[in-house]
């Protein structure tokens, strides 16, 4: 195909979009990740208006990154990927990945199916709901499904749950704890109090959970700024830590490696995320690559959003393991 006819491409066009509308660069650095002139982009842009595939969101059967998904979700056994394109000059963990994300919910709830969601917190489920349209969803339900810290407030628990609720119109319930109990608190005589227990029941009713992950690393808020001051990331790594979810620490096989700490976890139990019908992790970065492969081995995500980059990274991961991952279709 002609260099013109692949430009001309609906496939193009959208990346092109993708880049300007969800991601913010300008036409000229838009034109410098894709190799293009600035001209191309600027027609790519206008014929995108006139084809109808931009209002004020991209409308596109098309996605950017269409083999890059297929071979994810063949290789990791996986329901669905959506891949984001991102600047690699200027790599940004979070912002094209929450435009994925806010793309994706957009889609699921306009079909009605879900009635309530859980919700992990981060910076990049906060990218997602900056990027949303306001919507109206009043029979929806967003529940926090993790306890928070004193920090990070705009990404913690009640900044994610009520932010989401906000921009869809829908209601919240807060999961009002920290995220980690205090030496000697007898965590089931904490829950037993009836605002947990009735929210703790929430649980068992969600469709779908959006969920986080990060590595043992300074990268990782919880690990720099959450942790008990008992445990430290030396431990964790000792342990066979790779990274967590939504608290839990897991290593390359997804298995707990400390329990004594998920113990003292205040949130969703992992064994009831893998009965939710939708399990969508938003996650990019290559220092999240391990632990993404881990939370899809463990039966945690069967719709994963991430970027192109850290697709590429996983591919490696995944193809490189032996056996083959669960799920996977390879032989």
Not at 71 to 97: S, T
Not at 134 to 153: A, D, F, K, N
Not at 292 to 306: E, W
Request: charged content about 20%; overall charge negative; proline content about 5%.
């Amino acid at each position: 195909m002609a260099r013109e006819q692949i430009e001309d491409s609906v496939t193009f066009i959208t990346e092109v979009c993708w880049h300007y509308y969800m991601n913010g660069n300008t036409q000229a650095e838009v034109a410098r990740m894709m190799g293009v002139t600035r001209l191309r982009v600027n027609q790519a842009i206008q014929k995108a208006k006139a084809l109808g595939l931009v209002h004020v969101q991209i409308d596109s059967p098309f996605t950017t990154r269409m083999e890059l998904q297929q071979e994810l979700q063949k290789v990791y056994g996986i329901e669905k990927a959506l891949v984001a394109p991102v600047d690699r000059d200027n790599y940004d963990f979070h912002g094209p990945v929450g435009s994925g994300l806010a793309n994706y919910l957009t889609e699921r709830l306009r079909s009605g199916e879900w009635k309530t969601f859980g919700v992990s917190w981060g910076l990049t489920l906060d990218s997602a709901i900056r990027r949303l349209q306001r919507q109206s969803h009043p029979q929806l339900e967003v529940v926090s499904i993790l306890g928070g810290t004193p920090h990070g407030s705009s990404f913690n628990s009640f900044g994610i749950a009520s932010g989401f609720a906000d921009v869809l119109g829908a209601n919240y319930s807060i999961l009002t704890a920290p995220i980690y109990l205090s030496e000697g608190i007898d965590r089931d005589l904490f829950l037993s109090q009836d605002v947990l227990r009735t929210h703790f029941d929430k649980f068992d009713r969600l469709d779908a959970v959006l969920l986080t992950c990060s590595n043992v690393s300074s990268k990782s808020f919880l690990v720099s700024n959450g942790l008990p001051a008992s445990l430290t990331p030396r431990k964790l790594k000792e342990a066979g830590a790779i990274g967590d979810v939504l608290g839990r620490f897991l290593d390359s096989d997804g298995k707990s490696v400390l329990p004594y700490v998920d113990d003292h976890t205040i949130g969703m139990p992992l064994e009831a995320v893998e009965a939710v019908p939708e399990k969508i992790m938003a996650a990019a970065g290559p220092h999240k690559v391990e632990i993404i492969a881990a939370a899809i081995k463990r039966g945690l995500v069967n719709t994963l959003v991430t970027d192109d980059l850290t697709a590429e990274l996983l591919l490696e991961h995944g193809k490189s393991a032996t056996p083959p991952l669960p799920g996977s279709t390879e032989a």
